[in-house]
């Protein structure tokens, strides 16, 4: 008689990369690896049953898979999809219904075995809108404006001829500051940046120009030492 092949499991948890807390209602999708999957860098094939998560290097090209399992995780982080044939998948953690990154993994089934594969997602970046402008209004080109957090740069751009530039950053709490040749460093702003969101009303930056410098001296005779006048 003809033994039936167990289905296995494909589950684990997805937590917030930066917080190392679960995530809720992220969408995994497991997608079956093609027959022949061959490694372009190093020739390996990757057929089912042989694949290794050290030979797929790049990420694979979803919408050419077959899609076989999703699931959403819940309110710990936790998944599972179920009734997966023996064999090789791809695995990936969709965290676009929160504003999340993504990421993808992959996964040999066995009969009859839960396979664990976890997730640590990034939040999807923000957007610094910044303005720079010269103490009567007029815009400054080419100003640099960093976001820090403490001393490490974070993000930076470039303003363009209206004075203006924008910029991603990962969603935080930082310090903002413009910087311009001729004009004084501005003071350091406090800023927040919100995943899929634009800093609104945009970061507005006023640059004081530098004084002017000048030299000073006097003009004495060689041998006397005494002020030439004129």
């Known amino acids: 008689a003809l033994t039936k092949t167990r289905p296995g499991v494909i589950a684990g948890v997805v937590t917030s990369e930066a917080t190392g807390k679960p995530l809720a209602l992220v969408k995994v999708k497991v997608y079956r690896v093609p027959a022949t999957d061959t490694d372009t860098d190093t020739g390996t ?8 998560p050290t030979q797929t290097t790049e990420e694979p090209d979803w919408p050419s898979l077959e899609q076989v399992g999703e699931a959403t995780t819940a309110v710990d982080g936790s998944y599972k999809v179920q009734d997966l044939p023996p064999g090789d998948y791809y695995v990936l953690a969709d965290g676009s219904p929160i ?8 996964a040999t ?13 990034g939040a999807a970046d ?3 809108v910044a303005e ?19 001393t490490t740069i974070v993000g930076s751009g470039v303003t363009n001829e ?21 004009y004084a460093a501005s003071v350091q702003q406090s800023v927040e940046i919100e995943s899929n ?9 006023e ?18 030492g005494a002020p030439v006048g004129g």
């Open 197 to 205: 969101q634009k800093t609104e009303p945009p970061v507005a930056f």
């Open 132 to 150: 720079v402008t010269a103490a009567d209004g007029s815009p400054i080109a080419n100003a640099l404006v960093e976001v820090t957090d403490g």
């Open 162 to 182: 209206d004075g203006k530039v924008e910029f991603s950053v990962q969603p935080g709490d930082y310090q903002a500051q413009a910087k311009a040749a001729g």
């Open 45 to 52: 094939d990757t057929t089912a049953g042989n694949l290794s």
């Open 207 to 224: 640059l004081q120009r530098e004084p002017e410098g000048a030299i000073t001296g006097k003009i004495v005779g060689s041998a006397s």
């Open 126 to 128: 923000g957007t610094l």
């Open 109 to 121: 089934v066995a009969t009859g075995d839960t396979t664990t594969v976890n997730f640590a997602l």
């Open 99 to 106: 504003a999340y990154g993504d990421a993808w993994s992959t």
